[in-house]
Structure formats: C-alpha cells, structure tokens
C-alpha cells in the first residue's frame, strides 16, 4: 500500500465482502440462469409437439391446442423471468412484448366455439376427429370409423368430458381432490394406493349433476326406442390422452360390460373414477402426464352379442416392415382376449392384394365369456366341442384383416383394432387405436422376405419416409459447398446450421441427435426422413453410396429398394379441420424466427414478433449476462478460493453448489483438483494438462517486430495496468456447470459448459480474442483455431480478432471429448499469433493438434 492510500484525502478504503453471502449471489445467478436453460429446452420439446401436431397424423381437439400453447407459453415466461433475475434493469420490456404475442394467440384459439363443444352428451353417429376433446381419442376414432369407413360399430352415445367437468366442479369436488393428490408422495406406494382408494371412493359418493343426469336418460330412451328394446349397454372409459400414439393407457381404466339402465349412473361413476386408480396415477406419473390433463368422457355402447371376438394387430408391434395382419381370436367375447384369461386362436394374414391365412394355430378355448340379457351380468361358461374347433374360418379372418388394413390406411398409423363377428357373419369394430410398436434394439430387417439385409440399423425416427440416393457425409462447412442434389446427408451431429441443405437431401442420417432439435423440426416441415443416432455411420456407410433409408423402419438398404418406395403415404387426418386450421394461426406467432443474427442492431427485445424470437434473444443474452458475470470483482475475489495445481498460473474457483466434494473444506482459501466434482470443469482441465505446453513458437524477424509494436501500441498488453487481461482466471462450477474466464499468453478466452444427462441441456461454449501480433497475424490465428473447432462439428463465428465456437445436444461421453479439446487449445493456442504468416509453420501445428487430439477419444 502507498503512503497516499494512509493519507486523509487519499483513496477510500474498500468495505470487506462477506464470502459467504457473495457466494450466495453467484449460486443465485447460476440457478436463475439453469432454469432458464431449462425452460429453453422445454420450449423446444413444446414447439417440436406443436410441428408434429400440425402434420395432422394423429386425431386431438381444442383442449390439446389450447392446452399446449399454454405450455408453450409459460416456459416463455419462464425464461423471461430469470433472464430479468440475471439483469432486472436489462430486459423488462419483454413483459410487454410478450403479452401482445400471448394476446394475439389467445385470438386464434379461444374465440372458437363449435356447436358441440358445450354438449353434455353425443351421439355417437355423430361423432368424429374434431370431437376428440369431448368424447376422448377412443370414441372418436371409433365414430370417425362409422362415419368415413362406413363400418358397422354399435349404436350408442358418449358422455362428454362437459359432463364430467360439471360433475367435478360440484361441491369442490375437484379441488379435494387435488388437495389429497398434492399431499402424496408418489414414492411411497402404500401412501399412493391410500389417496387413490380415498379419492375413488369420494366420487362414487357424489350424485351427477341434475342435468348431466337427466342428458343421460334421454339419451339411454331414445336409444331404446330406435332400437325397439330396452338395451344393455357396454360403458366404456375415453380419457383425453387415453389411445394416442406412445401412451395408450391399455387396461388402466374400468369398463363394465352388460349395463342396465337402474345401474348405468353408478356405472358411469365407476368409470370416472377409475382415473383415480392406482395403476392409472401410477402410469400418468411414470408418463410425465399432468392430471388436470386427463378429463374423461365415457362411451355408452349397445352390448354385442357375438359368435366369435377378439384383436387384430395391423402391422407386427415389434417389426413396423412386416405388414402381416396378426388376428387374436376366441369365442364369445373379447374381453378374454383383452385380459389374458384363456389361450387364443391365433391368425397370421398376409396383406391385399394377396391376403391369404399364412398361418393358423388353433388354440384349446376351454371356456368363453357372454353377457346374459335377461339377467343383466356377465359369466363364462365351458366349452365341450368346440373348445378345439377354430373360431373363425379363413374367409373371416381375411376379412378382419382387410378391415384391419383398411383402418391403417384411414388413419395412417398401424391400428389395434377390437372386433366382433355376430353370428349372420356381420364384421362389427368396437375399438381402434394406434398400435403400440415396441422399440426392443434387436433387428428385425430379415424378418421380411421382400426386403434385404440393411448395411447398418438402429437409431430413432427423427422425420418419418423412405429416401434413397448417394451418400454424401459432412465433417466440416467446406463440405457443404459439393452437397449434391437428391444426396442423403451423413452426420456426426444434427447440427442446425446443416439444415440449409434439406431442400436438396433425400434422407438424413446423423450418429447423434434429438428429436426436439432444429435440424429434426426443420427435416418434419420439409418431409425429409431422418434418422437418427445411427451409431458408426460415417464409417459404415461410403460417399457416393446409392443407399435407401427407411427411417421409419430404423434402416439403411444398399441401393434402391422398390417395395419400400412404392409405400402408400400416411393420411393427415387432421388435415382441413377447424381445430387445425386453429393450431395453425396460434403457430403463426409462436414458430416462426425472426431474430437471426446476434450481432445485427435488430437483435433486441422491440423485434420480437414470436415467441421463438423470444427464446432465441433470452439465450442469447443469458449467455452474455453470465460471461461477463454482471458481478464485481469484489464479490468474485471474496467468494472464490484458490485451486492448488501443479502449474504456474493461478486458478480460482467459484463453487455454486456441489462443484467441490465435501472433502474440500469450505473454510479453507484453496481447493485441490480431487475435490473438485464439476464434470465439464474436470473434463477441461483434463485437456490442458493433456500435453505439456512447449514454449513460444520459433518465429523469424517479422513476428517479432509485429509483438513487440502492438505491445507498445495496446495497453491491455502491459502487465503491470489494472486491464482485463490482469484480471484472475476463474472457474465458476457447479457438479454439472463450468465458466471459465482466463487470461492466456496475450489472448483472452472464455469457456461455458453445461454438462449432465439430459442430453437436450448439453452445450459447450467459447469464446477467443487478442493476442501480442498484429491485426492480421491475430485474425489468422483465429480462423485457424476456428477450422479446426468446424471439422470438430462447432458451430464458428468471427468478428476481426474474435472467435466465438459453440457445440450441443450431445451425450455426456462426447461433450467431455470436445471439452478436452477446448482445453487442449487453450493451452496451446498461445503466441501462434506470430507464425501465422509462414504457411508450412501452420499446417505443422494444425497436424500436431489433430494429432494429439486422438488422445481423448480413448478416455
């Protein structure tokens, strides 16, 4: 301290910082930041739903949309949110900005109101794909059908989720209900079955609304009456979210077969209460599904009394290229079938134009279930004769097939279908939904005889189809340039900037890659199939390669495959609907991405129009707010402590929360590298140690003169100045989180990761600036450093001096690799800015660095 600073007038003494409490603000920091991260990658799963339901596949209502762009925009918010905790004076006008979007979307969506949508109960002739919200995917598709198949199903009626909301509003239902939910912990199973044996039995206890009653009756009377008879009714469950593609909800709701009209209300309330079993929380738990989601309608269908029943699957659940009809069959009814209680008939059915019995094995049916029509109950009774005889001729079983397929084809998804032949031979649908296809990792490819061997199989349908041409693998942005039209792209990474070239792709293959990333987005609104998460790819398959790509078959056939390109397309249900064409006008302000480029002065919260412009200028400015900390550097220097290391800088790190094991003493100042937990900070400094550092480069008389003028012209250069390249080389950790900020030789570097299991969440960012050469020699040495990162699947940008290189999406094993690379640059990037000029001084570094990164890919 100088004699000036003890002076009265001199420099006024610094106030101590507590450690703890500036810890505190940068854990603080840290985790407004993660949550944001967070909301970004829910957002992107949202907006990835939100495509998919727009190509019309799958049947859904107003309640799915409303409900999905309500996801969609709390997680904007969200992000809003911790993006003004990081900055509350930065970012406040995106409140506002905000609202207008959500207010423009609330029009496309909640004006609507179609003629059925308040009705307590529904014919079920009169039901179809845009009533889905009120009578649940099972009814609907059951009565889409009848209605555009022209298939005998049972005369009936559907009780609307309107009715089950009245009836859950009475007296609070609903909200005692959610109270004893709220309460249970989902871990403790005695705990879950106590709450759900409560909650099913408060609502048996509670009377239907009048009206709901009364809608009912005259329902179940002119049922009666059309038919000329008092009816028994089969009352069967249909769930919003009950039947849709990946969660079935197979078995876990009541249906109670045989019903008279002195037992149909209990019956119906037995049936809504059935969302509350144990098996039925438990899989809404397990699928992530909330269950203000799950409203129930419940179908009321005429009891068929059938010669033979049972289930038909359109396509093999385990094989999606075997398009055998599999047919399960008994006497009497299906509900033997259903529920595994005797051996089954068993049909293989070979599809148009051949259809014929493939193969047939007979089951011993020692008993079938019936439904007794005078005394209102269901029996099984044993068979004698029959038990052994087939339930169906071959003549039936091709035509349940031809039924079979010709549901696929309608809805354009492999169907389970449930189904009846009454004893005049007449075909009768009870229920259809879409094949549950199990994934179980094994090949199936040789399993069909009309198609070969694939060269390589496996991955996961990113954007559904059939595409073949040449292979034309991408390693780094120069490839680009010779992409050849038709050609099918070969990835390390589904990297978004790769998606400029769809319009000229037949097919994507990537050996990483989610579904919610842009490049998958991007390949389902262009029609292209992808795969992805083919392992080995790019070794396995070689440029100029004619290939064909079944991505919905997980596979990849040398040459073109006929059978598989003449496949018929999918229907798009949906398509020209009412709720639709709604979902379509909400996506106009939500999909869209105006905000493109970071560095344009057009990068701020008044050109937001979307909320994808939204996410895109909350990340972006998140990682800006946590690079430059947005912090002093008091409060840096009191909360961090020094790393003891076997080299000549110093490190200090910042702990955010389990970043340094229990081991390390929180009260001491220094922190040795084996307490240290963070898995990106471990995996970085891994790759500095990696090679030792060898000095300077040998440079000749321009490179020095170069270093030695810019040292006397820049003054960030002089060590001796308070400049930021004087600053501390922090690490600022977390178990999954690191930020680096170093000074380096004469450059300035800084490296972001996070890294965990969740895939989706994984980034690595950095970022490199100055040097002691000259302008040119610096803005060499980053193109340099930048085309190596590219061949390495980052994407690059650079501004004169500065680089910035980001990378994510991949699975922990390989974000450490590139982490370790990151580090290894740091390290041995230092004064290259002085032979940047002496062109063979170059290549030998860039072959020794590519060298040496073959180290890390054994780790």
């Known amino acids: 301290m100088s004699l000036f600073d003890w002076l009265p007038f001199g420099r006024k003494k610094k106030e101590r910082i507590d450690p703890e409490q500036a810890r505190q603000l940068l854990t603080n920091r840290y985790n407004h930041f993660r949550r944001l991260i967070q909301a970004n990658t829910s957002t992107h799963e949202y907006v990835s739903e939100l495509e998919e339901a727009l190509r019309g596949f799958s049947p859904y209502g107003m309640h799915y949309v409303r409900a999905l762009c309500t996801r969609i925009s709390v997680s904007t918010f969200q992000m ?156 069967r469950s249909s769930a919003l979210g009950e039947d849709r593609e990946g969660a079935t909800f197979a078995g876990q709701y009541r249906s109670i077969l045989n019903v008279e009209r002195s037992s149909l209300l209990e019956a119906i309330k037995e049936v809504i209460a059935s969302k509350y079993s144990l098996q039925a929380m438990a899989y809404r738990n397990n699928r992530g599904l909330r269950d203000e989601d799950v409203a129930m309608s419940v179908g009321c269908i005429k009891m068929i009394d059938p010669v033979a029943s049972g289930v038909a699957y359109s396509r093999n659940p385990v094989n999606i290229r075997d398009g055998n009809i599999t047919i399960y069959s008994v006497w009497g009814l299906p509900k033997a079938v259903v529920d595994g209680s005797t051996e089954t008939d068993e049909y293989v059915v070979s599809p148009a134009p051949l259809s014929e019995v493939q193969e047939r094995r007979i089951a011993d049916k020692k008993n079938k279930f019936i439904c007794d029509a005078g005394e209102g109950v269901c029996r099984t009774v044993e068979l004698d004769e029959s038990r052994k005889s087939p339930s169906l001729t071959e003549e039936q079983a091709v035509m349940v097939a031809g039924v079979a397929s010709k549901i696929e084809d309608h809805f354009g998804t492999p169907q389970d279908i449930e189904w009846a032949v009454t004893e005049n031979g007449e075909f009768c649908l009870l229920q259809c939904r879409p094949l549950m296809l199990i994934e179980d990792g094994l090949d199936h490819s040789g399993e069909n005889p009309d198609l070969p061997i694939p060269i390589i199989s496996g991955g996961r349908t990113a954007s559904p189809g059939v595409g073949v041409g040449p292979i034309y693998p991408i390693r780094k942005t120069a490839d680009k340039l010779s992409f050849p039209d038709g050609g099918v792209m070969v990835l390390k990474q589904a990297l978004p900037s790769r998606a400029a070239l769809l319009d000229r792709c037949s097919a994507v293959i990537t050996e990483q890659g989610g579904m919610a990333g842009h490049l998958a987005n991007v390949a389902r609104e262009f029609g292209v199939p992808a795969l992805f998460g083919v392992k080995g790819a790019l070794d396995k398959l070689q440029e100029g390669q004619i ?3 079944d991505a919905d078959g997980h596979a990849v056939y040398s040459g073109p495959v006929e059978s598989l390109l ?28 105006n905000l493109t480029d970071p560095d344009s002065p057009d990068f701020r919260p008044s050109k937001c129009k979307t909320y994808h412009d939204i996410m895109r200028f909350c990340h972006e400015m998140a990682v800006r707010e946590m690079f430059g900390f947005g912090i002093s550097d008091e409060h840096l220097m009191a909360a961090s402590r020094q790393l003891i290391c076997n080299v000549p800088k ?27 937990r963070s898995i990106p900070m471990r995996a970085l400094w891994a790759g500095m140690q990696a090679v030792p550092w060898e000095g300077p480069p040998a440079i000749h008389g321009k490179g020095l003169m170069s270093v030695m003028f810019e040292a006397t012209m820049n003054p960030n250069l002089n060590m001796t100045s308070r400049s930021r390249y004087a600053q501390k080389n922090y690490f600022m950790i977390s178990e999954n989180y690191c930020c680096l900020q170093s000074r380096f030789g ?18 690595a960012s950095f970022q490199f600036k100055g040097g002691a050469a000259n302008p040119e020699r610096k803005i060499l040495r980053a193109k340099f450093i930048g085309s190596i990162l590219e061949e390495l699947d980052f994407r690059i940008r650079i501004r004169e001096d500065s680089l910035t290189a980001r990378l994510e999406g991949l699975i922990q094993e390989d974000m450490e690799y590139h982490l370790k690379v990151l580090g290894y640059m740091i390290t041995h990037t230092r004064q ?18 590519l060298n040496d990164f073959k180290m890390f890919e054994s780790d």
């Open 566 to 593: 003449t496949e018929k397309p999918r229907k798009r249900l949906m398509k020209g609907s009412l709720v639709q064409t709604a979902l379509r006008k909400a996506a106009r302000h939500i999909v869209r991405l």
């Open 746 to 763: 004469f450059h300035f570097c800084s490296v972001e990761s996070l890294v965990g299991e969740r895939t989706s969440e994984n980034y």
């Open 832 to 849: 290259l800015d002085m032979i940047m000029t002496n062109p063979a001084s170059v290549e030998k570094y860039r072959q020794k660095f």
């Open 547 to 549: 290939v064909t790509v």
């Open 650 to 676: 110093q490190f200090w790190i910042l702990d955010l929360g389990n970043g340094v094991s229990e081991e390390g003493d929180i009260n001491l100042r220094c922190v040795f590298m084996e307490h240290v």
């Open 80 to 235: 809003i949110k911790h993006l003004n905790e990081l900055n509350p004076e930065g970012y406040t006008k995106l409140f506002a900005i905000f609202n207008e979007i959500q207010d423009r979307i609330a029009a496309e969506i909640e004006p609507i109101h179609y003629s059925w949508e308040g009705d307590l109960v529904l014919n079920l002739e009169n039901v179809g794909r845009d009533q889905a919200d009120l009578c649940g995917p099972k009814m609907a598709m059951l009565g889409e059908a009848g209605r555009s198949l022209g298939l005998k199903i049972p005369s009936g009626f559907v009780v609307s989720t309107a009715s089950f909301h009245k009836f859950m509003a009475q007296d609070g239902l609903q909200a005692e209900i959610d109270r004893r939910i709220q309460a249970t912990d989902f871990k403790n199973r005695e705990e879950v079955f106590q709450v759900s044996s409560s909650v099913m039995s408060l609502i048996l206890k509670a009377p239907l609304p009048v009206e709901v009653v009364q809608a009912i009756y005259n329902a179940y009377d002119k049922l009666s009456e059309e038919l000329g008879e008092s009816v028994n009714i089969a009352v």
